[in-house]
């Protein structure tokens, strides 16, 4: 592996020893509080920058404005996600007249983002902490600097990115997971801003994925996804230590003790037929795939730069299902594209249909700084993106529906998050409780009374909502 994306341990020693100094400080802020935008990859990075925190001393707060120090993970893959954070992080400006001491801090994707840092400092002077997506472990160095100054810190490297192993975490969940196993992008999508602000493809090292899951699992997670903005571009560079994808599902899916396990987001021009059979032959991978399509449309697909076809996705489609006949399959899909005709939208139509999605995520394009597709000049107007997207929405309900009514009378076994709002029966010793079946689908179940949290149930569905199911216990959590 090449050392320079790893960061050293003596890097690592150096940040350990700003946390204890934070730690030491007797006005140091007392409790954080994080907001999350974007992606999985922000959920995990969230985790760490928790466990960061944590270490210097610091306790979670649940409700923001009673915080003493609030940051924004941010999110820059669409511009409402960039104008959603940036509204949010004005709407302190009040809060931090009110408490001068308040510390306000902008960390992810967006801050990554090329000449938003500059534009932060300048327009957003009551932000005291900046940093982006490649320095992330830097969070207490920043910190320290920050409260001892009593000056803003805007911090943002201009690099490929780097890999720093051991950092603290504060998991979310005790018995679900996210673990990374590479970070970055190189397919450079023409409309996509992720390989700017994310960095190349890195691996991590085999070993240290399996080291972190297998912690995790002695911990009692019984569920684990694993990350990367193209997962199954695992071990394809130079950093994975020869060990593909398909190998690394198997290796984390051999863990004692692991129920499932799942992976996001894999690009369907990288995806091949190991990767494919470890659906049939790997009884822990989740029949669920999240496979982004974007458009139906060839000649759209094309301009996208996504480096495959209609034909190709939907053989990729008819295999998956040859593979495991039950596996139900999610995507993403941009209406709107630069150039897209009528014909190409409904081209996309089609190819949903003929893909039978459970569920998708659907957006308008819009510029993205940096990208090819931001300089095409042959844009589509707004009001015809959004009949587009609300047709598109409105099939995918009829897909989803669909779906959900054809699981009324299967068997399934669901994973309990946490008890649910809805009325569990007449009878008053049951609670109603949610949690995910192996699709990843919302079930309610009526259970006694107590805590099933993280626990499995076996079950029967019994009705289809709208977007959930209800099912009926068949055997006792365990």
């Known amino acids: 592996m090449n050392e320079r994306l790893v960061v050293s341990e003596s890097e690592l020693a150096r940040q350990r020893d700003f946390a204890e100094r934070v730690r030491a400080l007797p006005e140091r802020p007392r409790s954080f509080h994080i907001v999350t935008m974007g992606c999985q990859m922000n ?34 893959v669409r511009e409402n996600a960039e104008n959603r954070a940036l509204g949010n992080v004005i709407w302190l400006k009040e809060l931090k007249k009110e408490r001068p001491e308040l510390l306000i801090c902008v960390g992810g994707c967006m801050a990554q983002e090329a ?49 720093a192993e051991g950092l603290p975490q504060r998991r979310v969940s005790p018995f679900s997971a996210f673990v990374n196993i590479m970070y970055g992008c190189n397919n450079f999508c023409s409309y996509c801003i992720v390989p700017y602000v994310r960095g190349r493809e890195r691996s991590r090292k085999p070993e240290a994925v399996l080291e972190e899951c297998k912690r995790l699992v002695d911990q009692g997670v019984k569920e684990i996804t694993l990350l990367g903005q193209n997962v199954n571009a695992f071990g394809r560079d130079t950093h994975g230590d020869g060990v593909s994808f398909a190998a690394l599902l198997e290796k984390v899916a051999a863990l004692p003790g692991l129920k499932r396990l799942r992976y996001v987001t894999p690009h369907p021009k990288d995806m091949g037929p190991e990767d494919v059979a470890a659906f049939a032959n790997i009884p822990q991978l989740c029949p669920r795939l999240h496979l982004p399509l974007q458009a139906g449309s060839d000649a759209v697909l094309k301009r996208m730069g996504r480096k495959y076809d209609s034909a190709r996705y939907l053989e990729l ?102 008890a649910s709002r809805r009325e569990a029966t007449d009878d008053d010793s049951l609670q109603s409780w949610q949690g995910r079946d192996i699709y990843g689908a919302l079930v309610h179940v009526p259970l006694p009374a107590g805590d099933h949290t993280g626990r499995l149930v076996n079950a029967r569905i019994v009705e289809a909502k709208k977007h959930s199911l209800v099912a009926e216990a068949t055997g006792q959590p365990w």
């Not at 960061?52 to 940051?71: C, N, Y």
């Not at 969070?139 to 320290?144: A, H, I, K, T, W």
């Not at 587009?388 to 995918?396: C, E, G, I």
């Open 43 to 76: 959920e995990r990075d969230s985790e760490t920058i928790a466990g960061m925190l944590v270490e210097m001393g610091l306790r979670p707060e649940s409700v923001r404005e009673k915080a003493d120090l609030i940051l924004y993970n941010t999110c820059c």
């Open 115 to 163: 000449g938003m840092a500059e534009r932060m400092k300048s327009m957003y002077p009551f932000i005291d902490l900046v940093f982006g997506t490649h320095n992330m472990h830097r969070l207490p160095e920043y910190l320290l600097r920050v409260l001892e100054s009593r000056r803003p810190v805007v911090e943002v490297l201009t690099s490929d990115g780097v890999i």
């Open 317 to 418: 489609v008819a295999s998956l299902r040859d593979a495991r006949p039950d596996i139900a399959l999610s995507t993403d899909l941009i209406v709107g594209f630069p150039g897209e005709t009528e014909e190409d939208f409904a081209a996309t139509l089609e190819l949903m249909r003929a893909s039978d999605f459970m569920s998708s995520f659907s957006f308008c394009y819009s510029d993205r700084p940096g990208t090819r597709a931001s300089r095409f000049l042959d844009k589509i107007a707004p009001d015809v993106q959004q009949d587009r997207l609300l047709r598109l929405q409105a099939l995918q309900e009829e897909l989803s529906q669909r779906w959900l009514d054809a699981r009324v009378g299967q068997e399934c076994e669901v994973l309990l998050e946490n």
